[in-house]
């Protein structure tokens, strides 16, 4: 029974009413408290100093933007949204399965806010829980594929091949080879993901049977899919061999349910595996978030794209977890870097980690074995009917040509079944026959109840079908089976009773620090709150259950969301069109420069390629213009970190014919609106060139200003930064870009849904809306904060930026300031001095905040040897006051190395962090007390996170790469 409420009514009302004031972390008193200490009147005229007059704009946004509310009333408003998608039995296939998540990994992993608002693991010391989780991602990849190096997840299927393209060219690059072969049998949206990405680079894809490939030394690599679309399994040990007779990379797209049963691809000598964990317990939702899986040989462990976790030892010697070679990434390789993936699919690629723990490799086996068993009863049906169908190895999938289709479709629409539609993309009326995928979810009851459906649509009687062989051998005749052990490492076989399952997920994430701990103050990112109205939803059925490719007619729930969204970013960035379907920020810089690439072209300006990008922007910006077929020249910044306009105009001036856009980041990466940002959009405008925005900063900008109206062309906004899909420890995220109305014909299209522009650039995802089943939560923001509730998280988030930067100022000099002397929502700290006077580097500090209890901002980004911090405006001024006095009490203990009252070498920041090992431990023998290392804070005594590990030797783990788990043979050993 619920507490009866004892509240006055008024108060109650307020309660209900206002999803403003929990989300925002500054009440009324605290805001003006803030606003006083930095010395001015009120709000706006503080926003007023900070924003240029010349695009401040706060009127509310033209046109349909919604009013806040309260949680419930817009729980009632989606709700009634998300009836309006129909959830029917999906058996489609085509990369995307029913499956059923493990009840404990969606209590306990996918709705826990431990998981979910961690943000990327580079503080590995506090983040040793998902590292481990993804440490055995890894690991269940490399068995699968008997690939000894695998990543930490990519975005989807469809980019993971891409990427596997991408690297396969890289390597070839030097001999000048340009084809790539693809087989004929691959999904069309991976298909059509390669063919976007292929255009720009040059490289010529052609697609045909791989037994007719032709194979020659114009070939730098192929791609097989196994199984099949068409669910056709074949040994492939024949392509392989010819291909590598060429030197040509082999990678094989697979299903690793199929894996499971299969000999790894690996040992039949592929170079790379892809693919998608979706079925390892991720529900469908309607197309995403899953994990992607990248797998590769030894020899191409420095060009693997995306995170990779490996092992090293701490400074106590203990084995620890963090990101390994990280200099292969974009932020580092720049325009260099052949791939570009920054945030991943963390969470998702946790919930397959778990979901393999889960069920250990003999329950993974019946899964697989139950699937094949059922498609096997079912192709015995079609035959036993009479209908024909092509003699092939089979898995999960039968597809039938048949005359009798367009019958088969409808009596499975009567039973709430979704079959897939032959031709594909062709409607049901139009049906020349049907696939059927089956899953985990697949019974006795719904072979029957195909079996009827195929009866009857043929007219035939019902008779009973005899299975007289199940051995493995005769379901898969002729193909490579696996034969030895796998998966034998202990985190996949101890933990079978939800007992033991439970305790594991709770070690691990208990090791992490997320949100739940505390701020998590990092510039750029944006860790704002993730709150459980918002996340709620994503949970519902309607959203999760649907299949992307199920007919349209049963996601108009999921079609009402997409325009409301659409609709609703549009109107607050001042754009015409917006696309959803990046996954990733990067991936919206790739989409919306190609976007700008495909104008150019249609206007016969095939010869504009030069695109400029100021020294300051983030990796990913130069990395996207390189994959979008730019070239990169860099521009200056001046002494205030604004782009050098003169530097600017001369090198707009001197590439003027060939200038395609400009990169920029609004506000700057260094945290200020730069005064002249209309100035530096019309240099560009006048030479020919588009402005892309990088709107990641747009935490700053909701609701007060309008890169739409300034001038920008393009911009992507990251829904899992300015608007509440949380990090999930690296990944997911949503990318759209919003764009002027003379590129809306170029947004984003997909082979098999109606969504992008008429001169679409073809698909950027493998999924036609990206990852739709998180826009309930950024849709759920918008709706309760209102236009009026947005512009206030934009100027409380600027007063809590300008209020740190206000106090740390005299100990931590701000590096960079807007011309009033005030930042916009993050501030750059100046360590650099503190190297010279105590030796003491950025990394010190921000290791020693763990032993205060706090997660470090941004660490040497966009400046070396700075600290970047974002408060957000979640925080409240308790949290902030926290924070500034850790990071006072961290400059104090400095003080005493430059005084020499701590050692140089050995005190509290260079032996940072410490674990509650080192402090217990039997002995002690460091020049400062137990007390002063582990509670620098009194109140630390009674709440207080502690590392798991010290500080981690990256250099060591980078020189002795392990990237999986041990086997039980070699944990016995240990
Ligand atoms: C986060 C960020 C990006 C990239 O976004 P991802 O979703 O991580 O790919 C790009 N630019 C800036 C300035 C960012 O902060």
Not at 576 to 590: D, I
């Amino acid at each position: 029974m619920p507490v009866l409420d004892k509240k006055p009514v008024a108060a109650r009302i307020n309660v209900l009413s206002s999803f403003l004031e929990r989300h925002i972390g500054l009440n009324s008193k605290d805001q003006n408290q803030c606003l006083n200490v930095l010395g001015h009147a009120d709000l706006a005229q503080f926003i007023s100093e900070i924003v240029p007059a010349d695009i401040l704009d706060s009127s509310p946004p033209k046109g349909s933007f919604p009013e806040g509310c309260s949680e419930l009333q817009a729980l009632d408003e989606l709700r009634l949204i998300a009836v309006q998608n129909c959830v029917r039995r999906s058996l489609i296939g085509l990369g995307y399965h029913g499956t059923a998540t493990p009840a404990a990994i969606h209590r306990y992993v996918l709705e826990n806010p431990g998981w979910y608002t961690a943000y990327t693991p580079y503080q590995a010391e506090i983040s040793q829980g998902r590292l481990e989780a993804l440490f055995n991602f890894q690991t269940l990849i490399s068995e699968l594929t008997g690939l000894p190096i695998s990543n930490a997840s990519l975005l989807d299927e469809a980019t993971a091949a891409a990427e596997a393209m991408s690297l396969a060219f890289a390597i070839n690059k030097s001999s000048d080879r340009s084809r790539f072969l693809v087989d004929s049998d691959v999904l069309p949206q991976t298909l059509a993901v390669l063919r976007t990405r292929a255009e720009p680079l040059g490289i010529c894809l052609e697609v045909s049977e791989p037994r007719l490939f032709e194979l020659n030394d114009e070939v730098f690599g192929i791609l097989l899919q196994l199984p099949g679309r068409s669910g056709k399994l074949w040994d492939p040990s024949d392509v392989i061999a010819k291909s590598h007779n060429v030197d040509a990379l082999v990678t094989v797209a697979i299903d690793p349910l199929a894996q499971v049963l299969l000999a790894p691809v690996g040992d039949l000598g592929v170079d790379i595996a892809v693919g998608s964990v979706q079925r390892f317990g991720v529900p469908m939702a309607f197309g995403g978030p899953h994990a992607a899986f990248f797998a590769t040989k030894e020899i191409f462990k420095r060009q693997i794209p995306g995170r990779l976790v490996g092992q090293s030892v701490d400074a106590d010697g203990e084995p620890a977890l963090r990101l390994a070679l990280q200099t292969r990434e974009q932020h580092i390789r720049r325009d260099k870097a052949t791939s570009n993936i920054c945030t991943a699919q963390v969470l998702l690629a946790v919930i397959a980690s778990f979901y393999a723990v889960h069920h250990g490799p003999s329950g993974l086996r019946s899964i697989a074995l139950k699937v094949l068993r059922f498609r096997a009863q079912l192709e015995n049906c079609l035959i036993q009917l009479g209908y024909s169908l092509v003699k092939m190895v089979r898995f999960d999938t039968v597809e039938v040509f048949a005359d009798n289709a367009l019958e088969v479709h409808k009596l499975a629409e009567e039973e709430g079944v979704n079959l897939r539609v032959l031709p594909l993309g062709a409607s049901v009326n139009d049906a020349k026959g049907f696939g059927i995928t089956f899953d985990e979810l697949t019974d006795q009851k719904e072979l029957d109840t195909l079996h009827k459906i195929l009866a009857n649509a043929i007219g035939k009687p019902i008779e009973s079908v005899e299975i007289t062989n199940f051995n493995l051998e005769s379901l898969l005749p002729e193909i490579p089976l696996r034969t030895k052990n796998w998966l034998t490492q202990p985190a996949f076989n101890l933990h079978h009773s939800e007992t033991e399952f439970l305790r594991y997920i709770q070690r691990l994430v208990a090791q992490d620090f997320s949100l739940i701990h505390g701020m998590i103050p990092l510039g750029s990112c944006t860790m704002k709150l993730n709150a459980a109205a918002e996340l709620a939803p994503i949970s519902w059925r309607e959203f999760s259950a649907l299949h992307p490719f199920a007919p349209i007619d049963q996601s108009k729930g999921y079609q009402k969301l997409v325009l409301d969204l659409e609709s609703w970013l549009a109107l607050l960035t001042g754009f015409a069109g917006v696309s959803l379907q990046p996954n990733a920020g990067s991936q919206g810089e790739f989409a919306g420069l190609l976007v700008i690439r495909a104008w150019h072209k249609s206007r016969g300006d095939f010869h504009r390629n030069v695109c400029l990008i100021p020294t300051s922007a983030h990796g990913t910006n130069p990395a996207s213009a390189v994959m979008a077929g730019f070239k990169v020249v860099p521009i200056t910044c001046d002494e205030y970190g604004n782009i050098d306009l003169e530097d600017l105009a001369k090198k707009a001036e001197a590439h003027s014919s060939q200038l395609a856009a400009l990169m920029v980041t609004y506000p700057s990466t260094h945290g200020v609106f730069e005064p002249r940002i209309r100035d530096i959009c019309d240099v560009v405008h006048l030479h020919g060139g588009q402005v892309y925005l990088d709107g990641a900063n747009l935490n700053a900008q909701v609701g007060l200003c309008k890169p739409g109206s300034y001038g920008a062309d393009v911009c992507h906004l990251n829904l899992h930064k300015t608007f509440c899909i949380p990090h999930g420890g690296g990944g997911p995220g949503v990318g759209p870009i919003a764009v002027a109305a003379h590129l809306i014909s170029y947004l984003p299209g997909h082979p098999l849904a109606n969504c992008g522009g008429n001169q679409g650039i073809g698909a950027i995802s493998a999924a036609p809306f990206g990852s739709a089943g998180i826009l309930p939560i950024s849709w759920m923001y918008l709706r309760m904060m209102g236009a009026e509730g947005l512009r206030q998280a934009s100027s409380i988030a600027m007063l809590s930026a300008n209020y740190i930067a206000h106090r740390l100022n005299p100990f931590y000099p701000v590096l960079f300031k807007g011309l009033k002397g005030l930042v916009a929502h993050e501030c750059i700290l100046d360590l650099r001095p503190l190297k010279k006077i105590a030796g003491i580097e950025v990394d010190d500090i921000a290791k020693r905040l763990m032993d205060y209890g706090f997660h470090a901002p941004t660490v040497s980004w966009p400046v070396a040897g700075t600290l970047m911090v974002e408060p957000t405006e979640s925080e409240s001024l308790e949290e902030l006051d926290r924070f500034c006095e850790a990071m006072i009490s961290i400059r104090a203990e400095i003080k005493a190395i430059e005084l020499g009252d701590f050692d140089a070498l050995d005190n509290p920041l260079k032996r940072a962090p410490h674990t509650l090992g080192a402090v217990t431990a039997e002995e002690w023998d460091r020049p400062y007390s137990r007390a002063k290392a582990a509670f620098p804070l009194i109140e630390q005594r009674k709440n207080k996170f502690w590392p798991a590990v010290a500080r981690i030797d990256n250099a060591y783990g980078d020189r002795n790469l392990v990237c999986s788990c041990n086997t039980f043979e070699e944990f016995n050993e240990l």
